[in-house]
């Protein structure tokens, strides 16, 4: 019999990133995505795997092939998997896992159900960016692997064990209760990841390990993580909150947002599009890519400069705050995604300042630990450890739904109770 496999799904509106893995042993096969979905004439399917000789250079695919919607994109995945591995393919897949955006109080991963699909279509209203396709991923998967068990793991789980002095928001306590209108946090899969990564590293059991998680990437979030579960994280009701990112704002009075409608005249639409997508690096620098930014202020322009400050400095100021938060206890700091893993010069500008907070960084580990690279950066003078950690949703997303196929995740069939 063939061997089965685990698939992976992280629905956009107009895409369907994949990752397979083979169970024996666990580990990825194949990944890719179809992208323009509704574009006749773009809608292109990409992959690679693993070369099965082993040889540096993966196989690669690029398909174009029509879909007009997520049920097209997923029948023509499945076609594309049956050439690939076997005509009976689908019945070699035991699991679908999908990434959710947004949970609500959803604490666990958890089989899908009708119950959990109105929670999901609850939650669009507080994520309607994501949500919706989301659900449109998981319809389409439930009818092109029909009986196979559909997990869901929300962005916003890991961040449940948050204290209420930390999620809740300093406002009429009603929205709260009627409306939900608290803190969330965002990219869960990723700090759960890096905070279980980080204590092997440390060669700690993870529920005596307190770590502080940077993902930095074109989205941004930070968490403090005490003994395993989250005790604060930047972002909050909406992935806006908290750091300035490639093209959202992240902090800001919310007198602004009534000025700008006020006395500008803006729509709420037109603010939403301008604080998610034309602030951050774009807004003030003029382009969101920090690779950009960087050469700009190496080059003496003066925005880029200032952008590049801004970007650090509330890094800083969250370490800071979240080392606070864990009561000056912290392990090790983490660095990760695209920034994060990539760019020593911005993990040295943040840190070289930080020596009063315990953290000293050395310059050649710093230098040397880039393009997917994992390790330590810390010099041996450093009270606690700086760590480099590639982040892998996927990896995550599939190791969570085994659990919850195999039982092995907590009332995994009900969904959680409030935190
Ligand atoms: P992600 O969203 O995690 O894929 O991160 C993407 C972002 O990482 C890009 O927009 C770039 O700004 C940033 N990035 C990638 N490589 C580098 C690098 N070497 N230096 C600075 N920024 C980088």
């Given at each position: 019999m063939a061997a089965k496999k685990l698939l992976v799904v992280n629905a956009g509106s107009s895409s369907l990133k994949f990752k397979l893995f083979g169970?024996?042993?666990?580990?990825?096969?194949m990944s890719g995505m179809f992208d323009r979905i509704g574009d006749k004439a773009n809608c292109v399917l990409k992959a690679s795997a693993p070369s099965p000789d082993g040889a540096a250079k993966p196989r690669k695919w690029e398909i174009k092939m029509q879909a007009a919607n997520h049920v097209e994109a997923m029948t023509g995945m499945l076609g594309f998997f049956r050439e690939q591995?076997?005509?009976?393919?689908?019945?070699?897949?035991m699991a679908v896992g999908h990434r959710i955006?947004?949970?609500?109080?959803?604490s666990q991963p958890v089989l899908l159900n009708t119950d959990v699909m109105a929670k999901i279509k609850a939650a669009a209203v507080l994520a309607p960016l994501h949500n919706p396709p989301g659900l449109q991923g998981i319809e389409a998967a439930q009818r092109v692997f029909q009986g196979v068990p559909q997990v869901a793991v929300f962005d916003t789980a890991f961040h449940q064990t948050m204290p209420p002095h930390a999620y809740m928001y300093a406002l009429p306590y009603d929205l709260y209760e009627k409306h939900k209108i608290r803190r969330y946090g965002f990219h869960g899969t990723s700090h759960k990841y890096l905070a279980e990564q980080a204590a092997v590293m440390l060669n700690k059991p993870v529920g005596q390990t307190n770590v502080i998680t940077c993902h930095l990437g074109s989205g941004s979030s930070i968490a403090a993580i005490k003994g395993g579960h989250c005790?604060?994280?930047?972002?909050?009701?909406?992935?806006?909150?908290?750091l300035m990112m490639g093209t959202r704002c992240g902090d800001l009075d919310p007198a602004v947002v009534l000025h700008i409608q006020n006395q500008m005249g803006l729509s709420t639409k037109d603010t939403d599009t301008l604080l998610n997508?034309?602030?951050?690096l774009l807004g003030v620098c003029g382009h969101n890519d920090l690779r950009a930014v960087i050469e700009g202020a190496q080059g003496g322009k003066p925005r880029d400069a200032l952008g590049l400050a801004m970007f650090v400095y509330r890094v800083q100021k969250y370490i800071g705050a979240y080392t606070a938060a864990l009561g000056g206890h912290v392990d090790a700091v983490v660095f990760s995604a695209g920034i994060g893993e990539n760019s020593s010069i911005i993990r040295q500008l943040i840190l070289a300042p930080l020596k009063g907070v315990g953290l000293s960084v050395d310059r050649a580990a710093n230098d040397a630990t880039v393009d997917g690279k994992q390790g330590e950066i810390s010099d041996?003078?450093?009270?606690t450890k700086i760590l480099v950690i590639p982040t892998d949703e996927e990896l995550s997303i599939a190791t969570q739904t085994l659990e919850v196929v195999r039982g092995e995740t907590a009332m995994a069939n009900e969904p959680a109770a409030a935190a």
């Amino acid at each position: 019999m063939a061997a089965k496999k685990l698939l992976v799904v992280n629905a956009g509106s107009s895409s369907l990133k994949f990752k397979l893995f083979g169970l024996e042993p666990f580990a990825p096969t194949m990944s890719g995505m179809f992208d323009r979905i509704g574009d006749k004439a773009n809608c292109v399917l990409k992959a690679s795997a693993p070369s099965p000789d082993g040889a540096a250079k993966p196989r690669k695919w690029e398909i174009k092939m029509q879909a007009a919607n997520h049920v097209e994109a997923m029948t023509g995945m499945l076609g594309f998997f049956r050439e690939q591995y076997d005509k009976a393919f689908s019945s070699q897949v035991m699991a679908v896992g999908h990434r959710i955006v947004h949970g609500m109080d959803i604490s666990q991963p958890v089989l899908l159900n009708t119950d959990v699909m109105a929670k999901i279509k609850a939650a669009a209203v507080l994520a309607p960016l994501h949500n919706p396709p989301g659900l449109q991923g998981i319809e389409a998967a439930q009818r092109v692997f029909q009986g196979v068990p559909q997990v869901a793991v929300f962005d916003t789980a890991f961040h449940q064990t948050m204290p209420p002095h930390a999620y809740m928001y300093a406002l009429p306590y009603d929205l709260y209760e009627k409306h939900k209108i608290r803190r969330y946090g965002f990219h869960g899969t990723s700090h759960k990841y890096l905070a279980e990564q980080a204590a092997v590293m440390l060669n700690k059991p993870v529920g005596q390990t307190n770590v502080i998680t940077c993902h930095l990437g074109s989205g941004s979030s930070i968490a403090a993580i005490k003994g395993g579960h989250c005790v604060d994280t930047t972002m909050g009701m909406t992935p806006l909150e908290g750091l300035m990112m490639g093209t959202r704002c992240g902090d800001l009075d919310p007198a602004v947002v009534l000025h700008i409608q006020n006395q500008m005249g803006l729509s709420t639409k037109d603010t939403d599009t301008l604080l998610n997508k034309k602030s951050g690096l774009l807004g003030v620098c003029g382009h969101n890519d920090l690779r950009a930014v960087i050469e700009g202020a190496q080059g003496g322009k003066p925005r880029d400069a200032l952008g590049l400050a801004m970007f650090v400095y509330r890094v800083q100021k969250y370490i800071g705050a979240y080392t606070a938060a864990l009561g000056g206890h912290v392990d090790a700091v983490v660095f990760s995604a695209g920034i994060g893993e990539n760019s020593s010069i911005i993990r040295q500008l943040i840190l070289a300042p930080l020596k009063g907070v315990g953290l000293s960084v050395d310059r050649a580990a710093n230098d040397a630990t880039v393009d997917g690279k994992q390790g330590e950066i810390s010099d041996s003078g450093s009270k606690t450890k700086i760590l480099v950690i590639p982040t892998d949703e996927e990896l995550s997303i599939a190791t969570q739904t085994l659990e919850v196929v195999r039982g092995e995740t907590a009332m995994a069939n009900e969904p959680a109770a409030a935190a």
